[in-house]
T-cell receptor
Framework: GAVVSQHPSRVICKSGTSVKIECRSL??????MFWYRQFPKQSLMLMAT?????????EQGVEKDKFLINHASLTLSTLTVTSAHPEDSSFYIC????????????FGPGTRLLVL | GESVGLHLPTLSVQEGDNSIINCAYS??????FIWYKQESGKGPQFIID?????DKRQGQRVTVLLNKTVKHLSLQIAATQPGDSAVYFC??????????????FGAGTQVVVTP
């Protein structure tokens, strides 16, 4: 159990376009999901915390209008990178916390975004 | 201009030997710690966790040690195998009202298993 999927796994887009990344908990309900960004050879940096039915909480320095997060159900959160630019190219990873308060986060496989 | 890349600390281990990966954490209020394994191009995979009321926990081929006095965490892998080659991250969960559930990740250690 505790499988988290992401779609797409890899996306290439032109500068100025928007890209949507989906994060799904496949076999459990997740009231909270987290979005991370990871650059090569670096650690995971938390971007935002997504709570079902409420607005996301963004970390300092992360533009909420640039990275739109929607957590419409207990199994789905989406991250939309709006007007993407080459510097947004990165590995985006989501995680989900099982409803019920357990602290272990289960991570998705990641989405590689390349903006040309 | 010149780009400067970051280099992960690397631990080179011979197949069959034991590995020890270390992590220092900063917040004495952290009460839950997790080790993750990340293979190239994949998301982090949960290995083992430990709460601050424990100092040792064992799993299958892995042991996590917690020393709260010096804020140090370690992961021991017994009989390291080629499939253990990956980047290993420690993460701490800070038990603060405004940050509950947020994980703070360490810098990571690249483990390379040689035959």
């Amino acid at each position: 159990g505790a499988v988290v999927s992401q779609h797409p796994s890899r996306v290439i887009c032109k500068s100025g376009t928007s890209v949507k990344i989906e994060c799904r908990s496949l076999d459990f309900q997740a009231t909270t999901m987290f979005w991370y960004r990871q650059f090569p050879k670096q650690s995971l940096m938390l971007m935002a915390t997504s709570n079902e039915g409420s607005k996301a909480t963004y970390e300092q320095g992360v533009e909420k209008d640039k990275f739109l997060i929607n957590h419409a159900s207990l199994t789905l959160s989406t991250l939309t990178v709006t007007s993407a630019h080459p510097e947004d190219s990165s590995f985006y990873i989501c995680s989900a916390e099982r409803a019920g308060g357990q602290e272990t986060q289960y991570f998705g496989p990641g989405t590689r975004l390349l903006v040309l | 201009g010149e780009s400067v890349g970051l280099h992960l600390p690397t631990l080179s281990v011979q197949e069959g030997d034991n590995s020890i990966i270390n992590c220092a954490y900063s917040n004495s209020a952290s009460d839950y710690f997790i080790w993750y394994k990340q293979e190239s191009g994949k998301g982090p995979q949960f290995i083992i966790d430990i709460r601050s009321n424990m100092d040792k926990r064992q799993g299958q081929r892995v042991t996590v040690l917690l020393n709260k006095t010096v804020k140090h965490l370690s992961l021991q892998i017994a009989a390291t195998q080629p499939g253990d080659s990956a980047v290993y991250f420690c993460a701490e969960n800070r038990s603060l009202q405004d940050s509950w559930g947020k994980l703070q990740f360490g810098a990571g250690t690249q483990v390379v298993v040689t035959p």
